[in-house]
């Protein structure tokens, strides 16, 4: 399947400097996600997967490439980004977008790990 946006696109909702082949390579991924994902899901518009897929590219761009930085400093020179890698998609605006985007909730959903309880009785101590 062809990519459903383009590095313009991306772009219309990112400050990057980042050259199109390099945004491209995240377009790919992107679009490999987005198909493996929802592409069963026949709710979902060509429409708004296509938006999934630009706000998923620049998602995966700003936890790599072009972290947001939310504090700078000067003479001590430090800087803080926004997000960490275990917040998965709420570590970016832009993945909380994709978030919004999927009604169907299936991204909201990956990587949460099911668990389970049980009790085992040990012996009476009577």
């Not at 980042?18 to 377009?27: G, K, P, T």
């Not at 938006?51 to 003479?75: P, Q, V």
């Not at 909201?108 to 309880?117: N, P």
Request: charged fraction near 20%; glycine fraction near 8%.
């Amino acid at each position: 399947m062809a990519n459903r946006v383009t590095a313009a696109e991306v772009k219309q909702i990112m400050s990057t400097t980042l050259a199109d082949a390099i945004v491209d390579a995240y377009i790919l991924a992107a679009e490999e996600m987005v198909t493996n994902v929802l592409s069963t899901d026949t709710t979902l518009s060509a429409a708004l997967l296509k938006e999934i897929e630009r706000w998923l590219a620049a998602h995966m761009i700003a936890a790599t490439k072009e972290r947001m930085e939310t504090e700078a400093g000067a003479g001590g020179a430090y800087i803080k980004y926004a997000g960490t890698f275990g917040e998965a998609f709420s570590s970016t605006p832009y993945g909380q977008m994709v978030l919004q985007l999927d009604t169907t909730g299936k991204f909201a959903s990956l990587g949460c790990k099911v668990a389970s309880m049980s009790a085992i009785q040990g012996p009476s101590r009577d």
